[in-house]
């Protein structure tokens, strides 16, 4: 019986097959892959030929997930799913999401001749949906998994006016059918997932690797903010209601209390109406995504931005409303799979691994409703994530494919 690749060998196929998957959804300087594109159906099509590769059987489920599975000591055991999603951000980099992906397959590729000796089937899944890019509704795939998908979904739609039901149609599903796409919690051991950290953390810790504690939950809202245009030149300060000068103070305020509160907000995107040059805006319309650590945390700062906004609004003559758009409760990874990622990180020589609690959402939050989960981070260059710099090194994936195969054998070693 052969044993596994070196590691460096299998670090290396991984980051050919992560720019693999960009070169199919290149755009001027980075990345673009959105849910239910033909990029997303070549972008699995890649994904289960790699899958095929490593001796698992594939499927793709009726929300555009695809599967592999590797089969146990003995046919139809549950199953330890190991996985991350193939959709991006606008102008992404190279590594969110999918770095988990092909790493999760590597370490398929490498257990596939021992197979026989875990006390459960071993799976690989590539969401579909986790950025929530194109309908601006994030965790579709994994939401779908865990049996929470929405039919109020069905009749969002892109910016073109294409609408979920009509883009799935059109890559193949069924929407009627999406409910099979839901997973038992009797047929999973539980969830572990690869990612790179999207912070600065580990780089500053000089560590290559690190466990997730808990994953922040996050809300979303738009937010508007409503005066009156009326002619830049002929209308006094007095009279003005000034709804991008109200927002800027919104803004600014987001930042100030994020940082008095130890949260995190972020306004994205802004936009002024009507737009003219010689106008006082009218109306602003903004994107507001607050997260804490703790959900009650996070509640409290939205809170507090709120009552900012109205009290601006108040002073200045305008209206100012905020209207969710995505909330997320925090997760807390589980105990014992969070001591196999520990023990697969000693396994690589940090015998102390840094334990980090994740700012950024992942599909470990929605899978949490039906099973056990647990996160890995590997570290990325100065944190950069969700643009075109995200950069990783070969040495840090090495350690990172050693130490996700090295929490398998732990789970399987604590279930025998």
Same mark, same amino acid.
């Given at each position: 019986?052969?044993?596994?690749?070196?590691?460096?060998?299998?670090?290396?196929?991984?980051?050919?097959?992560?720019?693999?998957?960009?070169?199919?959804?290149?755009?001027?300087?980075?990345?673009?892959?959105?849910?239910?594109?033909?990029?997303?159906?070549?972008?699995?099509?890649?994904?289960?030929?790699?899958?095929?590769?490593?001796?698992?059987?594939?499927?793709?489920?009726?929300?555009?997930?695809?599967?592999?599975?590797?089969?146990?000591?003995?046919?139809?055991?549950?199953?330890?799913?190991?996985?991350?999603?193939?959709?991006?951000?606008?102008?992404?980099?190279?590594?969110?999401?999918?770095?988990?992906?092909?790493?999760?397959?590597?370490?398929?590729?490498?257990?596939?001749?021992?197979?026989?000796?875990?006390?459960?089937?071993?799976?690989?899944?590539?969401?579909?949906?986790?950025?929530?890019?194109?309908?601006?509704?994030?965790?579709?795939?994994?939401?779908?998994?865990?049996?929470?998908?929405?039919?109020?979904?069905?009749?969002?739609?892109?910016?073109?006016?294409?609408?979920?039901?009509?883009?799935?149609?059109?890559?193949?599903?069924?929407?009627?059918?999406?409910?099979?796409?839901?997973?038992?919690?009797?047929?999973?051991?539980?969830?572990?997932?690869?990612?790179?950290?999207?912070?600065?953390?580990?780089?500053?810790?000089?560590?290559?690797?690190?466990?997730?504690?808990?994953?922040?939950?996050?809300?979303?809202?738009?937010?508007?903010?409503?005066?009156?245009?009326?002619?830049?030149?002929?209308?006094?300060?007095?009279?003005?209601?000034?709804?991008?000068?109200?927002?800027?103070?919104?803004?600014?305020?987001?930042?100030?209390?994020?940082?008095?509160?130890?949260?995190?907000?972020?306004?994205?995107?802004?936009?002024?109406?009507?737009?003219?040059?010689?106008?006082?805006?009218?109306?602003?319309?903004?994107?507001?995504?607050?997260? %804490?650590?703790? *959900? +009650? =945390?996070?509640?409290? !700062?939205?809170? $507090?931005?709120?009552?900012?906004?109205? /009290? &601006?609004?108040?002073?200045?003559?305008?209206?100012?409303?905020?209207?969710?758009?995505?909330?997320?409760?925090?997760?807390?990874?589980?105990?014992?799979?969070?001591?196999?990622?520990?023990?697969?990180?000693? %396994?690589?020589? *940090? +015998? =102390?691994?840094?334990? !980090?609690?994740? $700012?950024?959402?992942?599909?470990?939050? /929605? &899978?949490?409703?039906?099973?056990?989960?647990?996160?890995?981070?590997?570290?990325?260059?100065?944190?950069?994530?969700?643009?075109?710099?995200?950069?990783?090194?070969?040495?840090?994936?090495?350690?990172?494919?050693?130490?996700?195969? +090295?929490?398998?054998?732990?789970?399987?070693? $604590?279930?025998?």
């Amino acid at each position: 019986m052969s044993g596994p690749a070196p590691a460096s060998a299998a670090a290396r196929r991984a980051l050919q097959r992560c720019a693999a998957l960009a070169a199919i959804s290149s755009m001027p300087g980075g990345v673009e892959r959105v849910h239910l594109s033909p990029e997303h159906a070549r972008a699995n099509a890649l994904a289960a030929g790699w899958m095929a590769q490593a001796g698992l059987a594939t499927w793709r489920d009726q929300a555009g997930n695809q599967w592999g599975r590797l089969e146990g000591r003995e046919p139809g055991l549950p199953a330890l799913v190991l996985g991350s999603h193939l959709d991006t951000v606008s102008d992404a980099g190279r590594y969110d999401g999918v770095l988990g992906v092909v790493s999760a397959i590597e370490v398929a590729h490498r257990l596939r001749e021992r197979a026989d000796e875990l006390p459960f089937a071993l799976e690989v899944v590539a969401f579909s949906d986790e950025e929530g890019t194109r309908f601006a509704t994030a965790l579709m795939g994994s939401k779908a998994v865990a049996g929470q998908w929405d039919q109020d979904w069905w009749e969002r739609a892109d910016a073109d006016g294409v609408t979920v039901r009509e883009a799935a149609l059109a890559f193949g599903l069924d929407p009627a059918r999406v409910g099979e796409a839901a997973r038992r919690p009797a047929d999973l051991v539980g969830y572990l997932e690869l990612h790179i950290e999207q912070g600065p953390q580990l780089e500053s810790a000089g560590r290559a690797l690190g466990v997730v504690t808990s994953i922040a939950g996050a809300r979303r809202f738009t937010g508007h903010v409503a005066g009156q245009a009326r002619h830049a030149g002929g209308t006094p300060y007095p009279r003005r209601r000034d709804a991008l000068v109200a927002a800027a103070d919104v803004v600014l305020a987001v930042e100030r209390l994020a940082v008095e509160l130890d949260g995190i907000a972020t306004v994205g995107r802004l936009q002024a109406f009507p737009g003219g040059v010689n106008v006082v805006p009218g109306l602003v319309e903004f994107s507001l995504d607050v997260r %804490a650590e703790r *959900d +009650a =945390d996070r509640d409290d !700062l939205v809170e $507090r931005i709120r009552a900012h906004g109205e /009290a &601006v609004s108040r002073a200045r003559g305008t209206t100012f409303e905020l209207v969710e758009t995505h909330s997320a409760p925090g997760v807390v990874c589980d105990g014992a799979l969070s001591a196999s990622i520990a023990e697969g990180i000693a %396994a690589t020589g *940090d +015998a =102390d691994p840094v334990r !980090l609690w994740s $700012r950024a959402g992942h599909d470990a939050m /929605a &899978v949490a409703a039906i099973t056990p989960v647990a996160m890995l981070f590997v570290r990325c260059e100065d944190g950069i994530s969700h643009a075109p710099g995200e950069n990783v090194t070969v040495e840090d994936v090495a350690h990172g494919i050693d130490a996700f195969e +090295a929490a398998v054998h732990d789970v399987a070693r $604590r279930r025998r």
